[in-house]
């Protein structure tokens, strides 16, 4: 009797899959560790021959790779990785084919990618390649200068040079070389010999810096299962993989830098449905506009500011097929999707963070929206909307009481606020696509994720049908007498002006008020305005409530901009305070 309970006993552990020979074998038969860096060498195996990348290089002639040549190529950077033992890897570089084959070498060779912006100060540069422990760098010729500080302080990190020519002498392509040649020694298993599949998915595949505009950057922990995660929900929220014109695949033009949150993912996305990366080395309008009409540009993502320059600039016109287009990294206006509409860029609306890879919700569209003005359908287009698909939903949660005196410090008990559309509260967000830390930075870690949720620092309403909608950051909400203004809500007032193109808006400090805005604005080509006349006319005609209107309009140039376009309002801020 005991034999035959012992081998019931047995049997049921069997079925209940928890004898560790059961469990083993379930781990090696229905899962594999998750990394993105196997979109590489799948489409190169199921389209050698479709082309991967087009470029205009540093010397004015036009590449084209396919799959087949981009795999090899990159696998080239990953045996030369090998070879020498660099598994942290810097890159320093602007959109180039050179960044995306550099991307995949690193992820190949099982290390991790520290991408940085270019338009750092130098001292900035050396601070984050220091602080993320690089062993190398890739870096664009045009940039090496940079490093020069760096080098001198760090003279055992290995810098490698890409000159991005059409010519095949360059220090880059004879570390690719290199690399062909070890790998050949160690029996020319190309991507086979590569890490493509890892042994822990949780471990990391790049170190995203934030801006650090007001403090230290802090390098923001990707890991390979959230980066997957994070590219298969783009591919699906942004429509890669279905083709809205002409083009016989994606056909993703690189607007927004490479460097930016891993580029919010789309190296590994676009690649995920073997489209053609489209490489532009700086934002240049007239040469957008050539390729979105010449090459069947598909899908692109952008900033609100490029998409406003864009849509102003001389060669705009009404594209005869549509563009998706991605629009994050600050809130548009409802003014800005009609334009862009106009033109047939189809704003694809998601919001996220660096400490997201990129975007993490969508602004879903309705049909029903389709019968309503035109006011009111481009405004509840422009709200932030519902969590991605790998995501878990947005929620909007209760901040302190004492917040008005404290933008910063928010409530680490989670009580979600109303869904009336009214009621304000903090963006939280939850679930596969939020970064797993700061490195080395374990208290700024514990305060980004207090309470158990990952805060934003967003300030925002949540609407009844589920959607939520940011009115500001919290450090930018405006406190007038009491009032909460929205910057983005005078903003969005004021581009509907007919000669102001752009506009930002700050606090700035007022004896009777305590706070009051203060506007800057650029005009349309062509195009003169006074401040005083900007806001006699927001007092009577923009509808906007009189508190809001700001004290004071200033006509600038240009509006001080981040990498990816977003308006730096700290420069804004002390500008304002200089004036004063």
């Not at 405004?379 to 949660?397: D, E």
């Not at 933008?407 to 903090?426: H, L, M, P, T, Y």
């Not at 980004?448 to 949720?453: D, N, R």
């Amino acid at each position: 009797m005991a034999a035959a309970l012992r081998r019931l006993s047995a049997l049921a552990h069997q079925l209940a899959g928890t004898s560790s020979d059961t469990t083993e074998y379930i781990h090696r038969h229905h899962i594999h560790q998750l990394s993105p860096t196997y979109f590489l060498p799948r489409a190169a195996a199921i389209e050698p021959n479709a082309t991967a990348v087009y470029h205009t290089t540093a010397n004015g002639a036009i590449l084209k790779y396919t799959y087949a040549e981009t795999a090899r190529r990159a696998s080239g950077i990953a045996y030369y990785l090998k070879k020498h033992g660099y598994k942290r890897v810097g890159i320093l570089m602007t959109n180039t084919p050179g960044f995306l084959e550099t991307f995949y070498g690193i992820g190949g060779a099982g290390g991790v990618n520290v991408a940085i912006n270019y338009r750092l100060k130098a001292e900035d540069i050396a601070y984050i390649f220091d602080h993320a422990d690089v062993e190398a760098i890739v870096v664009d010729k045009e940039f090496e200068h940079l490093l020069e500080g760096f080098r001198r302080d760090h003279p055992q990190v290995h810098v490698l040079v890409d000159t991005d020519t059409d010519r095949e002498d360059g220090p880059y392509n004879r570390a690719m070389e290199e690399g062909w040649a070890y790998d050949e020694e160690l029996g020319g298993k190309g991507w086979e010999g590569l890490q493509t599949e890892v042994p822990d998915e949780e471990g990391l595949i790049a170190l995203s810096y934030t801006s650090g505009t007001t403090a230290k950057p802090k390098g923001v922990e990707y890991t390979h299962r959230s980066a997957y995660l994070a590219a298969m929900a783009n591919v699906v929220e942004s429509g890669l993989n279905t083709h809205i014109s002409t083009a016989d695949r994606c056909h993703y033009l690189w607007t927004l830098p490479m460097f930016h949150a891993t580029g919010w993912t789309f190296p590994w996305a676009v690649t995920a449905v073997r489209g053609t990366h489209y490489m532009l080395r700086k934002i240049d309008y007239p040469e957008i506009w050539r390729l979105l009409r010449t090459e069947a540009i598909s899908h692109y993502c952008a900033a609100p500011t490029v998409n406003t320059l864009l849509c102003a600039d001389s060669n705009a016109e009404k594209l005869p097929e549509p563009v998706r287009v991605t629009v994050a990294a600050s809130p548009p206006t409802a003014y800005l999707f009609e334009t862009m509409e106009n033109l047939n860029l189809q704003p694809v609306h998601v919001y996220g963070l660096t400490e997201t890879y990129g975007p993490i919700t969508k602004g879903y569209w309705m049909p029903e929206w389709s019968s309503l003005e035109s006011k009111r359908k481009y405004a509840k287009q422009a709200r932030q909307g519902h969590g991605h698909i790998t995501s878990l939903p947005a929620r909007v949660i209760k901040t302190n009481e004492d917040d008005a005196g404290n933008k910063d410090q928010f409530n680490d008990r989670i009580e979600d606020v109303k869904k009336d559309g009214q009621e304000i509260g903090e963006i939280v967000l939850l679930g596969n696509i939020c970064a797993k830390g700061y490195y080395k930075d374990p208290v700024a870690t514990r305060k980004l994720f207090a309470g158990g949720v990952q805060h934003t620092g967003d300030l925002a309403v949540w609407h009844p049908d589920g959607a939520i909608q940011i009115l500001d950051r919290a450090k930018d909400i405006i406190i007038s007498g009491g009032e909460n203004i929205s910057s983005l809500s005078v903003e969005s007032m004021l581009v509907t002006h007919p000669d102001i193109l752009e506009a930002a808006c700050v606090a700035v400090k007022d004896e009777k008020w305590g706070e009051t805005p203060k506007a800057y604005v650029t005009v349309r080509e062509g195009k003169t305005v006074q401040g005083e006349e900007v806001i006699a006319w927001a007092k009577g005609k923009s509808g906007i409530s009189r508190f809001m209107v700001p004290r004071e309009v200033e006509v600038v140039a240009e509006l001080p901009k981040t990498s990816t376009g977003k308006v730096r309002k700290n420069v804004l801020r002390d500008m304002a305070k200089g004036a004063q």
